[in-house]
Every structure is written in structure tokens, then in C-alpha cells.
């Protein structure tokens, strides 16, 4: 079984998981596991997707953050979102910030390395999908 | 300046602690070169020619006695003894081991500083206007918002993997000297520093040097300052989205501005930003109020101006009058002045300060002016509240330790890159040109009779020393493996007061020892058709470029 980071209840963890069947935008249908690239333009019909991964094709490709964002915050999409492809484990605390909540990596010990820096800071300077609080909200 | 508390104390110690394992597990080889390489360079790490090279964040160019002296001491107990001011207010040590960097990333975060973003394709240090709050032309101090957009932009978990680099400006005087027009975003904030929450903003996009140098296009006038976050965040989901990433030369955002034309990206941005719940992203005005107030005016004394007193020292001393008449400038406080203390010494590269000038400038800081030092992008060091009673002072204090030259603005207060002599990308040395120049006008009627002239040079056409916007501007070209040197003319980077314009290339190339030369014959053309008073710049607008060329490349008789 692969073994990947995951955020459950809130808490990341090392878990292993069920492989899943992705399906590209072409093939894929509602209820099924979609897989776009990083230049997907996000459409409604994503909502009826059983989970959505992005796919990075290097470490330093920042597309998919954007994507991320706008899946989690203008469409609205609460489902699993998964970063796979050229994912690195010094990037993770980044895509946990922009919305994902699963991220693969290929070793145990770049989950490890993940794992142990996800949330490097006790506060961020500006907001993110995943927390309101920020330091520049923290004045007012 | 601002201060930081604990918060923003925790977050640039957690930082060094994140990257001090990075660098652990490079050493150990759990990281590749690669892989490190991008995490290095967020923290301002390059790996240079001949050594590692550090560039350390000067927010906006805004530093004070304490952190200048911790700068110099890290110079001393990491490096050779010196650092170098960059052409982006930063500060730069150009010999540091790369096991040592944490233990300096350490030293900065005590005392309030950092190297976060100072590399790499994400949103760099924030610049802007080195007299700001001290500027008699100045509206609103652009200060404020500069540190908004500092802490919005750090560690933005959305805009840390661009495309490519991304260097915005904030100006917010009459004259700009932040260059706003050359900036992948430029900020003109009009408004009064009394009440920062009713400043309105012009938002130019698009503008950069580099290979393929563009002027930024105004794409958002008068836009309320609450949405100064939103639209930033807008035009960076635009640029991170659809900015060209198969191609490094392509990546910068003026490229994207220019395939979509200003209006198409402008129109694509105000999608986006309608798009956005912008009344809940707005900063509140208790933040920007509350951010203002770190950048209220010193406790000034009421001070007379020292017309009379200053009067007598500069006829006594003639070398002090030079001084008083380029380096010092009007400040919007009756019996101050703002002073800059010019790095230009030939024989110096340009830029390039030593630990106990370092030192000295910060205990004049101290002694004279309420602390606080500017670093220019000029590459000069700033002293902005200075009363004007003190200046022969500080003057005598200045030139005794090699920073009291009289070139703010002229010929030989040029801004140039490291080139050749440092910079594996160069295509020629820049240094050894300067000098040369330098050497060449040294002569202080002739360059005070020449006034305010800019020359700029870069070693290649990456254009870190600016060359684009220089009055004379001078770039390092490979023509069969061996340094030539292109010269264009009439380039302006927008602080006289006109909108920026890039220089015209006059023509073909020449070789190191002819570059004094024809630098001379074009000051000549200048000399002789200019009428009383008129600057280089307006002189050439009038003339054109083509007087110029005929004299530089006129066949000999
Ligand atoms: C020492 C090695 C250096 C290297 C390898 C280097 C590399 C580069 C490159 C590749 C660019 C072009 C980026 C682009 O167009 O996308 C650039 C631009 C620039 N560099 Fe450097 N640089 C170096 C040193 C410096 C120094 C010492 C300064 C300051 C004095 C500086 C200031 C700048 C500035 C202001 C730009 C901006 C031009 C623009 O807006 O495109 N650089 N540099
Ligand atoms: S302009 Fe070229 S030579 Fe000069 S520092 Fe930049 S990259 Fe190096």
C-alpha cells in the first residue's frame, strides 16, 4: 500500500492508503477521482469529483498553488485535493496553506521531512485558505 | 522605522531554524545541489563566480544605527570586512562559507533583519524612494506601505514559485526616485501621511530591465489603499498562472503584459480582482494606521535654518561647499537637511562599504540623525534627519574615512554592476570601466560645470547596474570572445521629475580603452550645443541622437 502525508481531523499524519484510480479530464466522469495538470481551468463540475489531485510537473512550478486556491475558495471545493507528480517535501508547508490535504512523496524519509516542517511558523503574516488569522488582522 | 514585536521576531527565528535543517540535510546529501539550489535562494543565497554570495533584505532601504553595526560585524566575523550595496537597497557579502549562513541568517534575525526572499523567482524586497519622510517633494510617506506589502508578501504560500523574480516600488513624491517604471509592479500612493486609509493608488504593471527592457503600463489609477492587498494579489494569480515558465527570458510579467497588451492584462487582472471577496481581503484602516505610526516624524527640535552659519563654513572651505552643494538636500523640516554619503571614491567598486565605514556611519546616525540610515539605489548610504548645524561636522568625519566625496548625481557617482570581476554571467568587467571614468572626470569644475548626469553600467544584459536608465548608459558585450561595450544615451529613470524613458543605443560597440573617449565626445557634443543651464538630458531631447553619432564615429581625417 503507498504511504503518503495526510491531514485527518485537522492533524497531519503519515498514513497508508488505498491506491486510488485517477482518471484524466477527458476520461474522467462524476463520482470518479480526478487528475488535472496545473494549467486545468477550474469548471463546477469538478464539485461532483470523490477526490481531485493536481499534478506538479517540477518542484517549483506554482501553478498548482494558484489552482488550489481557486478550487478551495471560488468553487468552493471541500472534497480531498491531493498534490501529486514533482512534489517536493520543503514545498509541503506551502500546499497545505493553499487548500491541499493530501500530498504524496516517493520515500519515507521525505515524509518524514514533511511531516516534520508542515507548519513551520505559530503564524503567518496573511491569511490562507486554510486559516483567517493573520498578523495583519491581529491589529484590528 | 518599524518595529518589530513578537510575532514578527518568532517568525524570522523560526525561518533560520527552518533553513538550518535545510542546509544540514544538503551537507549530509538528503538534498540535492538542485533542490537546495531553489531553497537557498529564497533566503538570498547565490552561489557565485568565486564564492557564495549573501544577499541580506533592507526593507525599503530603511536600517538603523544597530542593525548597520550588527551588518558590520557580520562583515568582520563571516566575511572579508566589507559588504556591498546593491542597486535594490539591499546590502550583499560577497565571501561567506555556506555552513555559515544559518549562524548569519541567526545574527540578523537578533536584531530584527532577515535574507527572506532576497532570490529566486518570488516576490522580492520591497523598494522605494531613499528620502522617504524626510523628502521636501515628498506627499505621503510611501513607508507604511511598503512594510504592508513586505509582510503580505513573506512566505505568501500562494506566490513563492512565480514564474520568475518579481520587484515592486512604492514612490510617494514628486519626483520619483524609487524608478516605479521599471518595476514588475510600480506604486504611485497619493495622499497625506495624516490619514494613510484615504490614499489612493496608481498601479503601473509590466515595466523591467533585463534582456528585453519595457516600461510599465498605469493599469489601476485612484484605487482606494484598502485594496492595495486584493489587487496585488490579483495581478499575481494572473502572472502566476499564465506567465511563460518554458522559457527563463520569457518569464518575467512584461512579457505576459505585452502578449496580452496592456489593456488585455488589465482586463484579465480586473476579472480576477472582481472575482476576489475584496471588502473582506481590505486592510482595515486600524492596520494601516497602526503601521503609520512607526514611520512618525523623529521628535525634531525646532531648529532654525543655518543659512549664515553654513554660509561662512563653505566659504572657508571650498571642498565642504562642493559637498553642501551635491550631497545635501532640502528636507521638509525647517533647520534639517538629508545628506548621502557617496560609496564613489575612485579606486573603490562602486558600492562597496567596509566594516569600520559601516560602523562610522551608524555612530553618526546615532550622534546626529535620530539613528537612522538609507541605503539608496544608488548604492549610496543616506543620513536623513540631519540639522543643518552639524553638517560640517559630519562632513570632516565623513571625508576623513573615504565617504565625504562631493559626487551625489554627477559623472562619477555611477551605479555598476559587480561584472566580470565577480559575476559568472558577465560578459565583460564593469569595474575596471568605472574606475576608468571615474579617473578620467575626476576633475571637479569640469564634472560640477557637466551637473547632474547619470551613467550607468552593467556587464551584461541581465542590466543589474540599470544601464537602460541611464543618461549614459554602458553594457558589457561578447563580440568573438573578447569585451566590447555598447553605449546608448538618453535613458532616464524617472527622478527628474519626467516619466522614465530608456536610452537609444547609438551605435556599433567599442573596446575597453576607447570607452573614455567616446564617453568624452559625447559630453563634448553636450558641451557645445547645450544653452545656458540645460541639463544633459533636455539637451539631448532637443538635439537627438544623431550629433552624437556623428562625432563618436566620425572617420578621422
Ligand atoms: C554577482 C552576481 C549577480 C548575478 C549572477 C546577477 C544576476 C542577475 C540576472 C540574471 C538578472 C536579470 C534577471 C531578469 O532579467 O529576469 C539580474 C537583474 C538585476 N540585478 Fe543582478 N546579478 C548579480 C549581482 C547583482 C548586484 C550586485 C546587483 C546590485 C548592485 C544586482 C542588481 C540587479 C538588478 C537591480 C536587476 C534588475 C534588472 C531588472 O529589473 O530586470 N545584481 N541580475
Ligand atoms: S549585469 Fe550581468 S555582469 Fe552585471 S552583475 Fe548582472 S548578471 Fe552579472
Known amino acids: 500500500m503507498p504511504r503518503l502525508l495526510k491531514k485527518i481531523h485537522g492533524d497531519w499524519q503519515i498514513c497508508d492508503v488505498a491506491e486510488i484510480s485517477w482518471k484524466t479530464q477527458e476520461e474522467w466522469r462524476a463520482g470518479s477521482a480526478l487528475q488535472v495538470s496545473v494549467d486545468a481551468e477550474p469548471a463546477p463540475g469538478w464539485l461532483d469529483a470523490s477526490s481531485i489531485a493536481i499534478e506538479f510537473p517540477a518542484m517549483t512550478d506554482g501553478r498548482g498553488l494558484s489552482l488550489a486556491v481557486l478550487l478551495r475558495n471560488r468553487l468552493g471545493y471541500s472534497g480531498e485535493l491531493v498534490a501529486r507528480g514533482s512534489v517536493h517535501q520543503d514545498i509541503a508547508h506551502f500546499l497545505a496553506r493553499c487548500g491541499f490535504d493530501v500530498i504524496e512523496l516517493p520515500d519515507e524519509e521525505r515524509l518524514e521531512t514533511a511531516l516534520r516542517w508542515i507548519d513551520p511558523h505559530t503564524g503567518y503574516y496573511q491569511p490562507s485558505v486554510i486559516s483567517r488569522e493573520s498578523a495583519l488582522n491581529n491589529a484590528s | 522605522m518599524y518595529q518589530y514585536n513578537e510575532f514578527d521576531r518568532n517568525f524570522v527565528n523560526q525561518r533560520v531554524a527552518h533553513y538550518r535543517d535545510q542546509t544540514e540535510r544538503y551537507l549530509q546529501g538528503d538534498l540535492s545541489e538542485e533542490e537546495f539550489l531553489q531553497l537557498r535562494l529564497r533566503n538570498g543565497l547565490y552561489v557565485q563566480r568565486l564564492a557564495p554570495m ?281 533647520g534639517y537637511s538629508v545628506v548621502t554619503l557617496s560609496t564613489k571614491t575612485t579606486g573603490m567598486p562602486p558600492g562597496d562599504v567596509s566594516s569600520d565605514q559601516m560602523d562610522a556611519v551608524a555612530s553618526w546616525a546615532d550622534s546626529y540623525g535620530f539613528g537612522e540610515i538609507r541605503i539608496s539605489h544608488e548604492q549610496n548610504f543616506v543620513l536623513p534627519h540631519i540639522p543643518q548645524d552639524k553638517l560640517y561636522g559630519l562632513w570632516q568625519q565623513a571625508d576623513a574615512v573615504g565617504l565625504g566625496h562631493f559626487n551625489a548625481g554627477l559623472i562619477s557617482d555611477m551605479i555598476c554592476c559587480p561584472g566580470g570581476d565577480y559575476c559568472s554571467l558577465a560578459n565583460a568587467k564593469s569595474l575596471p570601466v568605472a574606475e576608468a571614468i571615474q579617473r578620467r572626470f575626476a576633475d571637479y569644475d569640469y564634472q560640477h560645470d557637466l551637473g547632474n548626469l547619470d551613467l550607468n553600467i552593467s556587464g551584461c544584459m541581465n542590466a543589474c547596474g540599470h544601464h537602460h536608465v541611464g543618461h549614459i548608459g554602458i553594457l558589457g558585450v561578447d563580440k568573438k570572445g573578447e569585451e566590447f561595450y555598447q553605449i546608448s544615451l538618453g535613458g532616464h529613470a524617472g527622478h527628474s521629475g519626467e516619466s522614465p524613458r530608456l536610452g537609444q543605443i547609438v551605435g556599433p560597440s567599442v573596446a575597453r580603452e576607447e570607452v573614455c573617449d567616446v564617453i568624452e565626445k559625447v559630453i563634448q557634443v553636450y558641451l557645445e550645443h547645450r544653452f545656458v543651464g540645460e541639463t544633459f538630458l533636455s539637451c539631448f531631447n532637443r538635439i537627438g541622437i544623431l550629433p552624437f553619432k556623428e562625432s563618436i564615429y566620425a572617420k578621422a581625417a
Request: proline share 5%; aromatic share 8%; glycine share 6%.
Open chain 2, 54 to 334: 549573501l544577499r541580506v533584505a533592507i526593507p525599503y532601504g530603511t536600517l538603523s544605527s544597530q542593525q548597520l553595526r550588527a551588518l558590520a560585524s557580520i562583515s568582520n566575523d563571516f566575511d572579508r570586512g566589507y559588504g556591498h550595496l546593491s542597486t535594490r537597497q539591499n546590502m550583499q557579502f560577497n565571501w561567506p562559507a555556506l555552513e555559515d549562513v544559518p549562524d548569519i541568517l541567526q545574527a540578523l534575525a537578533d536584531v530584527d533583519m532577515h535574507a527572506i526572499q532576497t532570490s529566486g523567482s518570488c516576490i522580492r524586497n520591497v523598494t522605494t524612494d531613499q528620502f522617504a519622510g524626510a523628502a521636501a517633494d515628498e506627499d505621503i510617506d510611501p513607508r507604511p506601505f511598503c512594510e504592508l506589502l513586505r509582510q503580505w508578501s513573506t512566505s505568501h504560500p500562494e506566490f513563492e514559485w512565480l514564474p520568475r523574480k518579481f520587484k515592486i516600488a512604492v514612490t510617494g513624491a514628486t519626483f520619483d526616485r524609487a524608478a516605479i517604471g521599471v518595476h514588475d509592479i510600480g506604486i504611485r500612493i497619493n495622499g497625506s501621511s495624516e490619514q494613510p486609509e484615504n490614499a489612493l493608488v496608481d498601479i503601473y504593471a509590466g515595466g523591467g530591465l533585463g534582456r528585453t527592457p519595457v516600461l510599465g503600463a498605469l493599469i489601476r489609477e485612484q484605487l482606494p489603499v484598502k485594496h492595495l492587498l486584493t489587487y496585488t494579489e490579483a495581478i499575481m494569480r494572473v502572472y502566476n498562472r499564465y506567465g511563460r515558465r518554458d522559457n527563463k527570458y520569457k518569464a518575467r510579467i512584461k512579457i505576459l503584459v505585452r502578449a496580452l497588451t496592456a489593456e488585455g492584462f488589465k482586463a484579465q487582472v480586473d476579472e480576477e480582482w472582481a472575482a476576489i471577496n475584496h471588502e473582506q481581503g481590505a486592510v482595515p484602516a486600524a492596520e494601516l494606521s497602526r503601521l503609520s505610526a512607526f514611520f512618525a516624524p523623529p521628535s525634531f527640535a525646532e531648529l532654525d535654518n543655518a543659512g549664515e552659519l553654513l554660509g561662512t563654513q563653505r566659504l572657508e572651505n571650498p571642498a565642504f561647499n562642493r559637498w553642501m552643494k551635491h550631497n545635501v538636500h532640502p528636507h521638509r523640516v525647517r
